[in-house]
Structure formats: structure tokens, C-alpha cells
């Protein structure tokens, strides 16, 4: 069965200030679906939010993962259900190795003790898809890494857990054409009729290599307008001005009627 995740109504605060006002979407495995829209829009508070994180609270709306509310699950258990995120601003930890790191993140999601042989072996392997510096896995988790080697190193961790919902959370900020080639293609690779994808980003860059099925625009909180890559090529031309425009537009004709 195809992998579904269905975003309801979702409204979310931090604190006392409202970020999320009823935004929906439906992502099915096989589909890559990109969210754009202007800065402090609520993007990145979507994706927190899709994965758990305590910071933000649910004031309405759900978030349903092939037919199971998954809204009362906590980041752990949302992530042994398949649900990554590779964050804007991955963590520094001193004095933990990022192969013990990735290890047991692996271990958690599959509840079960992995082998140790088999794991270096595919940790290698993705450590050359990537092309990461060899001595990688054996420094601290992201510690004295380049903005670059974070990102990679997200996309790093991605491809360990095979997970069943991809979100990357500007993961195209700090890499260069090269490097957006190879986390490109490894993302391509990630898809199948059991995997999904969510890209939210500023840029286009990195849409050169991954070719989105789906597009939506992000305003004030709320997914406004969803599309193909068409929308790409109106945004890139024009910006989030149209959408606005359009906006305020529907606004007027409301208040006429």
C-alpha cells in the first residue's frame, strides 16, 4: 500500500502568536511536492510541526499518516512510523561520533539491535554516494562541519533510515552546484511508491535536480495555491507578487458581494 500523509486543517502557535492558520496538503508515496513562499511564512513551523517538535502547539486541525491521527505522538514515535526531517539547522553534538549517532538513530526507528558489520557497510556506501570525506562517520556529529557538509550530512542520515515521509527543510541553503547535484540525485533515488518527499525552500536551485510533482506557495500561514512545475516557472518570473495580487482581489469581490 502506497505511503499517505494527509495534513488537515493545521493551525499551530508558539506561545501566545498563532503561525499556522488551517493549512492542508496530501502527499502520497511516489510524489515529490515542494512548498515556496516569502520569509517568516511559516514554512519551516510546518515542518517542525509535521514532525512533533514541542516547541510549537496544535490548536486545531490533524495530521494523519495512512489513516492513523498521529497528532498525540511524540517526535520518537513519529519517527519509528517513518516521518524524517532534515532540519534548517542541524545540531552540534561534541563527544558523540556520527556513526554512534546515526546508529542509534537507526536502532530506535527499527527497535531492534542492528549489526554493526552490516551497518558500517551501508553507511560506507552512502558515505561515497554522497561524497563525503572518508574520516566523516568517525567525527563528532556535525561538530567543525561546513554548512555543506551538515546538509549532506542530513541527507546522510535520510538515506540510513529509509524513511516513508522525506521533509527537507532548506536543505539547498549552503551547498554549492556540485554538492546539489549529488543530494539531488540521492533524493531522486529515495523515491518510491512507498516514499514521499517534501522539499520547502526560498530557491529553485536545487529543483534542477529534483523534479517536483506537486508545487504550493505558503502565505501568512496557510498553503494559498497548489500547482505543477508551471507555478515554478510564474514564481520565478514574477515572485509571490501574483499571489498576493490574486489575493487581495478575492478579498475585494467577498466584500462587494
Known amino acids: 500500500m502506497s505511503t499517505n500523509l494527509e495534513i488537515k486543517n493545521l493551525q499551530a502557535k508558539v506561545n501566545d502568536k498563532q503561525i499556522l492558520f488551517g493549512a492542508n496538503l496530501n502527499i502520497s508515496g511516489?510524489?515529490?511536492?515542494?512548498?515556496?513562499?516569502?520569509?517568516?511564512?511559516?514554512?519551516?513551523?510546518?515542518?517542525?510541526?509535521?514532525?512533533?517538535?514541542?516547541?510549537?502547539?496544535?490548536?486545531?486541525?490533524?495530521?494523519?499518516?495512512?489513516?492513523?491521527?498521529?497528532?498525540?505522538?511524540?517526535?520518537?514515535?513519529?519517527?519509528?512510523?517513518?516521518?524524517?526531517?532534515?532540519?534548517?539547522?542541524?545540531?552540534?553534538?561534541?563527544?558523540?561520533?556520527?556513526?554512534?549517532?546515526?546508529?542509534?538513530?537507526?536502532?530506535?526507528?527499527?527497535?531492534?539491535?542492528?549489526?554493526?558489520?552490516?551497518?558500517?557497510?551501508e553507511l560506507d556506501i552512502a558515505v561515497n554516494k554522497l561524497e563525503m570525506d572518508r574520516d566523516l562517520p568517525y567525527r563528532y556529529l556535525n561538530d567543525g562541519f561546513s554548512g555543506g557538509e551538515k546538509k549532506r550530512n542530513e541527507?546522510?542520515?535520510?538515506?540510513?533510515?529509509?524513511?516513508?515521509?522525506?521533509?527537507?527543510?532548506?536543505i539547498d541553503s549552503g551547498l554549492d552546484v556540485d554538492a546539489l547535484k549529488v543530494v539531488g540525485k540521492a533524493i531522486k533515488e529515495a523515491v518510491n511508491l512507498n516514499t514521499a518527499v517534501l522539499i520547502i525552500t526560498h530557491y529553485q536551485?536545487?529543483?534542477?535536480?529534483?523534479?517536483?510533482?506537486?508545487?504550493?506557495?505558503?502565505?501568512?500561514?496557510?498553503?494559498?495555491?497548489?500547482?505543477?512545475?508551471?507555478?515554478?516557472t510564474r514564481i520565478d518570473k514574477e515572485g509571490f507578487d501574483f499571489i498576493k495580487i490574486k489575493q487581495n482581489k478575492s478579498h475585494a469581490t467577498k466584500?462587494?458581494?
Not at 541527507?155 to 532548506?170: F, N, R, Y
Request: net charge positive; charged share 15%; aromatic share 6%.
Open 255 to 257: 466584500k462587494i458581494k
Open 30 to 121: 511516489g510524489e515529490i511536492h515542494v512548498i515556496m513562499g516569502p520569509n517568516g511564512t511559516g514554512k519551516s513551523t510546518f515542518a517542525s510541526v509535521i514532525m512533533g517538535d514541542s516547541h510549537f502547539t496544535v490548536i486545531g486541525g490533524d495530521i494523519v499518516l495512512n489513516g492513523e491521527s498521529i497528532l498525540n505522538n511524540t517526535v520518537d514515535e513519529r519517527a519509528r512510523k517513518g516521518i524524517f526531517l532534515a532540519m534548517q539547522y542541524p545540531m552540534t553534538v561534541s563527544g558523540v561520533t556520527n556513526s554512534n549517532f546515526i546508529k542509534a538513530a537507526v536502532q530506535a526507528v527499527q527497535g531492534q539491535t542492528v549489526s554493526v558489520t552490516k551497518f558500517m557497510k
Open 205 to 232: 536551485k536545487i529543483l534542477d535536480y529534483v523534479k517536483p510533482t506537486h508545487v504550493h506557495i505558503m502565505i501568512d500561514g496557510n498553503i494559498v495555491l497548489n500547482g505543477g512545475v508551471d507555478l515554478l
Open 155 to 170: 541527507i546522510l542520515q535520510m538515506l540510513m533510515l529509509k524513511p516513508k515521509i522525506i521533509i527537507l527543510d532548506e
